[in-house]
Structures are given as structure tokens and as C-alpha cells.
């Protein structure tokens, strides 16, 4: 997934950040809202990481702003503030889930499938598609029954083609899905990614529209 966390703390948003790039979640981490701004409009996220507190206003306002433009990318609120109000305004506010600091990095990956699944439609993160079954929970994909062995980025891949299977997705999307914002990107990176999936988990599953993008068959 592409995540944007929105954090000023440098230790904890360090450790966040290395841990959700570690799981193959490309992830942007910006410290003040004006820079969440702008990553936003140049960005589409799957899911957004907010901390309240920040240097340049306070996240509730923010996340307030961002629903009156009618921006519903997904929310998880990330605060040190265990106060009951602070839940219910960042609830009102328009945040899909709430994470009080210090939290544990395993509990934040298992909230973050859930939101995402939540959104995509599906909420049982099993999914079957042809000879494949993918675990969207545990990360983990079967061919035939074998567990297949995949890199933090031919993951962030086979993620996307799961979360939409049938749906055509161009490019610059899955390029999106594997970079993290700034990074360079090689005009083949994408059909080296594909390609190296495809042997993997069998060349018939994910098809070539050329021109257009990648299709994972139903
Ligand atoms: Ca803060």
C-alpha cells in the first residue's frame, strides 16, 4: 500500500516509517501539515497515518479540512493523548481508527490490513484466485498449496493486483505502489517487478494490456 505518515516525532516516526517500508508498504513521512498538504495533492494514498500534535497545527483540523474537500482516503489517528474526547473529535472528525501512543508496531500493521480491507470491499483477507490464495492479513501467498517466497516489493505489487483482481491498473499506479515519494524511478522497474512475480507465481495470472497497464485474471 502507499501510506503517508504524518509525524513530528523523529524517533517514533523513524521507527514507524522502517517498520511499514520493512512489511513493502511504500511510505512517506512528512512532520508538518503544510508538507502533508502538499504530498496529498500530488499523491493518492491508500491509507494516512496522523499524528495530532504537529508544529504547524493540530491533525483533527487537518483531517477536517481534508473531508470537506471531500478527500476520503482512509485514517488512522496516532496521538499520546489517551483522552476519551480526543477519540470521539478525531472519530467525528471523519479518522477510520485510533492508535494511542506508545503503541505496537505489530498492533498498527493488523489495524492498517483492517482499514484497507474495510475500504477495498473485502473483508475476509483470504482471498482465492485461480491456483493462488493470498493472505492479506498474514502476507502470505500459496500456489498449489506451496508457500511462495516474495520480496518486500513484489509484494507491495501482488497487494495491489489482490485488492482489485479484474481491474486493469496503469503504471503509474503500480509505480506508485512501489516507490516511495522522491525515490527514482526506471522507466522498466514496473515489467521487471511484474516479471519477476509472474515466474513466481505463474506467468497466467497477471496479464499485459499493452499501452494501458496489468491485470491480475480472476
Ligand atoms: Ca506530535
Redesign the pocket.
Known sequence: MRLLLI???TVLGNAVRDNLLAQGHATDWVETISDADTAIITTPYDVLLL?????DGH?IDFLRSLRKQGNETPCIIL??QDQVTDRIEGLDAGADDYLVKPFDLGELAARLSSVARRYAGSPNPLLRIANMEIDLAKRQVFVDQQLIELTAREWALLDQFARHPGITLSKPRLEEALYEFGAEIESNTVEVYVSRLRKKIGNHLIKTLRGIGYRLEE
Open positions: 509525524e513530528d516525532e499524528d495530532l500534535n504537529l508544529p491533525g496521538t499520546a
